[in-house]
């Protein structure tokens, strides 16, 4: 099993739909974030959390909103899709000060239509 | 946000060739990493680097951390077809990584 999931690994969705993208760990990590990837632009991050009770915008977090369930999970939803949040999601893990980087998920292509 | 920017945007090379790619901000970073993305997966990390100056090799893949601390550079020496992929950079400040663009190869056998 995958250290990192994510489901759905795929979804298309309409205009103004509430969706949820999931997030799920096994590597005992604190921190769990939430990244967009758009062709040319990289890595964005959305949200990023260090704790259970623990929630912080990234630098694209309008039109977006997080869960942090339990230490293992850690849910993107967006309220009311738009076609401009077309992209790749991942969603990724870090231990403490994340010397070693961060461990990624495969990733959930999101198509709003 | 932070801003990295990583070239070539994409290169397209003989099977065999060398490689180099590059990173560059107007920040100060802590630590430089190099991740792959293979088609279809999230990143995976290549190489760490924790000083200036630091140079690090994985295999065939040697990284950089510049002295001003402000770039680092990949090299992947011998290409063959599976290092096909996006490269990413990442620069830690603080708690946070930022990425950079992406290179996206294309090694033709």
């Known amino acids: 099993d995958a250290d990192v999931t994510q489901t759905p690994r795929n979804r298309i969705t309409k205009t103004g739909k509430r969706i949820m993208l999931e997030c799920s760990q096994t590597k005992g990590h604190d921190r769990m974030y939430w990244y967009r990837q758009d062709p040319g632009l990289g890595l964005r991050l959305i949200y990023y959390?260090?704790?259970?009770?623990?929630?912080n915008k990234g630098e694209i977090s309008d039109g977006y909103s997080v869960s942090r369930q339990a230490q293992a999970k850690f849910s993107l939803s967006l309220e009311s899709a738009i076609p401009n949040q077309t992209a790749l999601y991942f969603c990724?893990?870090?231990?403490?000060?994340?010397?070693?980087?961060?461990?990624f998920g495969s990733g959930t292509r999101l198509t709003v239509v | 946000g932070q801003q990295l920017n990583q070239s070539p945007q994409s290169m397209f090379i003989q099977e065999g060739e060398d490689v180099s790619m590059n990173c560059t901000s107007s920040?100060?970073?802590?630590?430089w990493l190099w991740y792959k993305q293979d088609p279809g997966e999230g990143p995976v990390l290549l190489i760490a680097l924790y000083k200036a100056g630091e140079l690090t090799s994985n295999g065939r893949l040697t990284a950089q951390f510049g002295i001003t601390r402000k770039d680092s550079f990949l090299n992947i020496s011998a290409s063959i077809p599976s290092d096909v992929g996006i490269y990413f950079c990442a620069g830690q400040t603080g708690n946070q990584f930022y990425f950079g663009t992406g290179t996206s190869l294309t090694v033709i056998p």
């Open positions: 959390s260090f704790d259970v009770k623990d929630i």
């Open positions: 990724a893990t870090s231990d403490g000060p994340s010397i070693w980087g961060y461990t």
């Open positions: 920040s100060i970073f802590n630590t």
